[in-house]
């Protein structure tokens, strides 16, 4: 097909494709003249409605956010504050220091709360409430007065805080009573073992820190000993070590009206040995448990002598002395004080023990020695086992003898011979 041909070909079929009646169409069009025709846009209504859903799901999100986060700060216990004497109760409080957690530890801290309801009150209002339980309750008193205040925060600064402010209130609380009270606190250092130990014995980790730094200071005690004693009594004893408390501020001294008092007990000792205040030289004393009970150490030199006595604080009684009242040596042989000894004699005859010259002769007997042949003669009062006995030591033709001789019936309890090195 020439060029031509085509071309005219091509011309016909465009012209068949769009037809020829302009004057229709633009009729239709004024018809419609006026008009408005909104064309929507469904892409972007469809976007629209995506975006909303998106906006919902986020303020939905933000709002279980914020109660969630509101609520755990509201019911989550940000700090744990230990209140001991022998009631023993924890309270955990939350940033806002209302409580949120109440804990007795023991049976007389279940008591203290009874039906008190501490949840949702503040920390201050917690605190004097459960002080003013334990007086009523005679738990703190003239003869007890010592509390001990613990707190365990996350944060040191607001810990530091809050030990030094609680501190000061329960001392004026106490202090506007008929006695002073004496109030120890402390923060808790996260410590593995005292927390296990608290769990062992049922007690704060509060009252476990302060009773580990007792044994420590002093390798006499062991932790099982000094677990049911009252804050009050560890604090005697912790005024009386040579080494102090470290990290426990202490306000007001502890109570020892319970017992019979040093003087008292100086007297005693004094008496026993035959001397008089004015003649000794050296005297030390301290309060100190031991023997199941608490007890005065007194030590001091007399004509000679060294003596050390432990008396129960509370009736008195001598539980062990080391020394020889009105004693004096030559030549490794004992010189007596008859008028003393006869004294120091229907001392222990008061006490219903049978003395030290019965025992000395119960020991000899059983030995088949007379007393001119003994050297380096020792005897001392002591209990063992939870009796009270005399212990006596003695060396004779190259040996060493030891004899615990029951102090009420006289009986050999123990009796040893070693060769003398």
């Excluded at 006595?309 to 001598?318: L, P």
């Excluded at 209990?383 to 003898?401: L, T």
Aim: proline fraction near 2%.
């Amino acid at each position: 097909m020439s060029n031509r041909r085509t071309e005219e070909s091509v011309r016909r079929a465009f012209g068949n494709a769009a037809p020829n009646n302009l004057k229709e169409v633009m009729g239709k069009c004024e018809e419609q003249k006026g008009r408005v025709i909104i064309l929507e846009n469904t892409a972007k209504k469809k976007s629209g409605r995506v975006f909303s859903r998106v906006m919902a799901a986020a303020a939905a999100l933000v709002l279980i956010v914020t109660g969630t986060y509101l609520y755990g700060a509201n019911h989550s216990v940000a700090s744990t504050v230990a209140l001991d004497v022998n009631p023993s109760i924890e309270l955990g409080v939350n940033k806002k220091e209302q409580v949120v957690l109440v804990t007795p530890k023991n049976e007389d801290g279940v008591k203290v709360i009874g039906d008190m309801k501490l949840k949702g009150s503040d920390l201050k209002v917690a605190v004097n409430a459960i002080i003013g339980s334990m007086l009523r309750e005679g738990y703190i008193s003239e003869l007890a007065n010592s509390i001990l205040i613990s707190v365990d925060s996350d944060d040191p600064i607001k810990g530091a805080e809050m030990q030094s402010r609680l501190s000061a209130e329960v001392k004026d609380m106490l202090d506007t009573g008929s006695f002073k009270g004496a109030v120890l606190s402390q923060t808790i250092s996260n410590d593995p073992d005292t927390k296990r130990l608290a769990e062992q014995y049922g007690i704060t980790e509060g009252k476990a820190q302060l009773i580990k730094q007792i044994t420590e200071n002093n390798a006499a005690h062991t932790f099982d000993e000094l677990a049911g004693l009252s804050v009050n009594e560890l604090n005697l004893i912790g005024e009386s070590g040579s080494k102090s408390i470290t990290n426990v501020t202490a306000e007001g001294a502890a109570s020892d009206s319970a017992y019979i008092g040093e003087a008292k007990a100086k007297e005693i000792a004094l008496a026993h040995a035959g001397a008089k205040a004015e003649e000794i030289l050296g005297y030390e004393f301290e309060m100190d448990y031991e023997h199941g009970a608490m007890i005065y150490e007194l030590e001091f030199d007399w004509n000679g002598r060294e003596y050390e006595y432990d008396i129960n604080a509370n009736t008195g009684e001598i539980l062990k002395y080391e020394g020889e009242p009105a004693e004096n040596t030559k030549d490794g042989k004992k010189q007596e004080n008859p008028k003393d000894n006869k004294k120091n004699e229907q001392q222990s005859a008061d006490r219903g023990y049978i003395g030290e010259a019965k025992a000395k002769s119960a020991a000899l007997s059983h030995a088949g020695l007379d007393n001119g042949s003994i050297t380096e003669y020792e005897c001392k009062l002591d209990r063992e086992d939870g009796r009270m006995v005399y212990e006596i030591d003695f060396k004779c033709n190259g040996f060493e003898y030891e004899y615990e001789i029951d102090a009420v019936s006289g009986a050999v309890v123990k009796q040893d011979k070693d060769i003398d090195d």
